[in-house]
């Protein structure tokens, strides 16, 4: 089972990071106004299966989102993308304590509590890595933790069953697609066209 110190880690990474960031000091990551708004814009934009209305409504609920730059921003959705996975993880905890869960089922929910305890290092890992600046291993790690949305989906889909995690599993599939556009916009080739290759 996870604990808040997963929250507290990351969380205190983030706000660390974001209150000593130099604004400024680079062209590519001085802030804008409306950063939220024209980040969530610009991902949509370049990716059909990222919703500028969840991106735009997500960032905003941690404060600090108002006044980071691309990196800060990054680690929002890093944030975010942690509380939905230590989240998850005890919803799915008392999916498989009910008894009115059918075999099958409760076969898709030990599948999806692997993959999301294990997202939860990976998501804590990704946030270190990405403070180092390595910002390509942070984007293979998010793309699995990305994967691994998609992979307890489709364990239902594939045995016939109604998922009681659709909504958990959207959240995090956009929150870490949400996370890669953004760390992909920081790195320091804006020209590369930037795309999702997940469906």
Same mark, same amino acid.
Not at 158 to 168: F, I, M
């Given at each position: 089972?996870?604990?808040?110190?997963?929250?507290?880690?990351?969380?205190?990474?983030?706000?660390?990071?974001?209150?000593?960031?130099?604004?400024?000091?680079?062209?590519?990551?001085?802030?804008?106004?409306d950063i939220i708004d024209q980040t969530?814009?610009?991902?949509?934009? #370049?990716?059909?299966?990222? /919703?500028?209305?969840?991106?735009?409504? /997500?960032?905003?609920?941690? +404060?600090? /989102?108002?006044?980071?730059?691309?990196?800060?921003?990054?680690?929002?959705?890093?944030?975010l993308a942690l509380e939905n996975v230590?989240?998850?993880?005890?919803?799915? *905890?008392?999916?498989?304590?009910?008894?009115?869960?059918?075999?099958?089922?409760?076969?898709?929910?030990?599948?999806?509590?692997?993959?999301?305890?294990? &997202?939860?290092?990976?998501?804590?890992?990704?946030?270190?890595?990405?403070?180092?600046?390595?910002? *390509?291993?942070?984007?293979?790690?998010?793309? /699995?933790?990305?994967?691994? &949305?998609?992979?307890?989906?489709?364990?239902?889909?594939?045995?016939?069953?109604?998922? +009681?995690?659709? #909504?958990?599993?959207?959240?995090?599939?956009?929150?870490?697609?949400?996370?890669?556009?953004?760390?992909?916009?920081?790195?320091?080739?804006?020209?590369?066209?930037?795309?999702?290759?997940?469906?």
């Amino acid at each position: 089972m996870l604990h808040s110190p997963f929250l507290c880690f990351s969380f205190c990474l983030t706000v660390l990071f974001l209150i000593t960031l130099p604004l400024g000091t680079n062209s590519t990551l001085m802030v804008p106004k409306d950063i939220i708004d024209q980040t969530c814009q610009q991902c949509a934009n #370049q990716s059909i299966i990222l /919703s500028y209305g969840f991106c735009s409504t /997500s960032l905003p609920v941690i +404060p600090v /989102s108002h006044s980071a730059n691309l990196e800060g921003l990054a680690l929002v959705a890093m944030e975010l993308a942690l509380e939905n996975v230590t989240s998850t993880v005890a919803t799915i *905890e008392k999916l498989l304590d009910s008894t009115s869960i059918d075999n099958l089922a409760l076969g898709c929910l030990a599948d999806c509590l692997e993959l999301y305890s294990d &997202a939860a290092w990976t998501i804590v890992n990704s946030i270190g890595v990405f403070l180092s600046g390595n910002y *390509e291993v942070t984007r293979t790690w998010m793309s /699995s933790v990305m994967e691994a &949305a998609s992979t307890c989906q489709q364990g239902f889909v594939e045995r016939g069953e109604v998922s +009681p995690l659709t #909504q958990e599993n959207y959240n995090l599939f956009q929150l870490c697609g949400i996370a890669l556009c953004i760390i992909h916009l920081a790195q320091s080739n804006p020209a590369i066209p930037y795309e999702l290759s997940h469906t």
